[in-house]
């Protein structure tokens, strides 16, 4: 069976003290889709118990993935059980997915342990894949060249716009849209909060919360080609 790995990130707080942590629906909506195909691991820079952004909790309360994602014992335990990003070896899985969550601008962004691991799985011709903030944990990922994997690509992520809405700008280090531009890539963007996936290659990446679950399946069609 065909392995993924689901990265979270370990930062809890922004820039300015807020909480960051991962995005409740963005792990729990594709992870029901992916689950019943392919095995899947957690990991996260410090390993077990990524924090989970509270507000997610509240915002998806009423939402029956998210519920039974907070409840589901097996979920828990890999939690609970998350590896060290040093600890993995990318050989043993056939794609990777970034949760978003303000906490992968915090932490994943700049971790040079992350962008080797997610520069591994690009080069080796596997999924990379990354929802709403997520696409910041794979700014530092290169091709074989040593270009940016976004560099002539067409990719999308949480928009300047839907920053600016929730108020988050000055909580995190830069903004992921004038990031990816700047890396050469081809931004692509739906109004704010709407489902927006964008697939070039094997670069998977979705703009927003409601962009998860067309993210999970963009990976599992790659992963069943």
Request: glycine share 8%.
């Amino acid at each position: 069976m065909s392995s993924i790995l689901f990265v979270f990130t370990s930062a809890s707080k922004t820039l300015t003290g807020h909480a960051a942590g991962w995005y409740l629906p963005e792990a729990a909506h594709p992870y029901y889709i992916l689950a019943p195909h392919f095995d899947i691991d957690f990991a996260s820079p410090a390993g077990p118990n990524p924090p989970i952004a509270e507000a997610s909790i509240k915002d998806f309360a009423n939402d029956e993935g998210c519920v039974k994602f907070l409840d589901d014992e097996t979920v828990k335990d890999k939690l609970a059980h998350a590896k060290k990003l040093v600890d993995v070896d990318a050989a043993k899985y056939d794609a990777i997915f970034y949760i978003g969550g303000l906490g992968p601008v915090i932490d994943l962004a700049f971790d040079e342990t992350n962008a080797k691991l997610a520069s591994e799985f690009y080069q080796s011709g596997k999924v990379v894949s990354a929802v709403c903030h997520g696409p910041a944990a794979i700014v530092g990922a290169v091709d074989a060249s040593g270009k940016s994997i976004f560099a002539g690509k067409s990719a999308t992520s949480f928009s300047n716009a839907e920053e600016v809405m929730l108020g988050t700008v000055e909580r995190i280090p830069f903004s992921i849209e004038d990031k990816i531009t700047t890396l050469g890539g081809k931004f692509e963007k739906a109004k704010p909060w709407q489902s927006h996936v964008v697939v070039d290659g094997n670069l998977i990446t979705g703009q927003n919360p409601a962009s998860a679950v067309g993210v999970g399946e963009a990976i599992l069609k790659a992963l069943q080609k």
